[in-house]
């Protein structure tokens, strides 16, 4: 079993929808957990911590289940600059990259 | 002023030709990775210097001989290249070893003909 797995996608939404993707992982002893944005042939770039107690930065809100081993990532009132890839990140003793979720926005 | 900045952006070469990635980082961090994205999206760890010290050399094969003269810079040196090397190279630091923020480089993309 890969280590983080996320739905490839790409998920598909009109401009002001909510959307959200989930991403599982296999390490229990994972210590702490990331979003990453990933701009089509761009570097990837942190877009949020997640904390056990969930948090929100703006439109977007990160939330983690430890029972269950699964983090998520809401969006709400997508825009299009959200269009690109979402990966889920986790720290063992090295940051752990999913292969990502990609987002495409339409108007 | 680049953050994190590598040289060069795109590399084409021949197959058994040897190259060098450089990669450069003003953030005053103490700790730099290779990562390496392949077709598939797949970004995995090569290798990690703290203070210029080797921290994490996963199973990379031995064609692949990271340098980190400083802190500040951290080198990719291939040899005898293969079509399977064909990837992009991400040159990324951190403040502190295992920290969540990472701050990568532009990319170096390199094909192997």
């Known amino acids: 079993r890969k280590e983080v797995e996320q739905d490839p996608g790409p998920f598909n939404v009109p401009e002001g929808a909510t959307v959200a993707f989930n991403c599982t992982y296999s390490?229990?002893?994972?210590?702490?957990f990331f979003w990453y944005r990933q701009d089509c042939r761009k570097e990837p770039k942190l877009l949020m911590s997640?904390?056990?107690s969930g948090n929100e930065d703006g439109r977007f809100t990160a939330q983690l289940n430890r029972a269950s081993q699964y983090i998520s990532l809401l969006i709400r009132d997508s825009k299009l600059s959200d269009s690109a890839t979402y990966l889920c990140?986790?720290?063992?003793?090295?940051?752990?990259f999913g292969t990502g979720t990609r987002l495409q926005v339409f108007p | 002023d680049t953050a994190v900045s590598q040289t060069p952006k795109y590399l084409v070469t021949q197959m058994g030709n040897d190259k060098s990635i450089k990669c450069e980082q003003n953030?005053?961090?103490?700790?730099m990775y290779w990562y390496k994205q392949d077709s598939k999206k797949f970004l995995k760890i090569m290798f990690s210097?703290?203070?210029?010290?080797?921290?994490i050399n996963e199973t990379v094969p031995n064609r692949f001989s990271p340098k980190s003269p400083d802190k500040a810079h951290l080198n990719l040196h291939i040899n005898s290249l293969e079509l399977g090397d064909s990837a992009v190279y991400f040159c990324?630091?951190?403040?502190?070893?295992?920290?969540?923020?990472?701050?990568f480089g532009e990319g170096s993309r390199l094909t192997v003909l």
């Open positions: 990324a630091s951190s403040q502190g070893f295992s920290a969540g923020e990472l701050f």
């Open positions: 390490n229990s002893a994972s210590q702490s």
């Open positions: 997640v904390y056990s």
């Open positions: 990140v986790l720290n063992t003793d090295k940051l752990i």
């Open positions: 953030l005053g961090h103490d700790t």
């Open positions: 210097y703290n203070n210029k010290e080797l921290i």
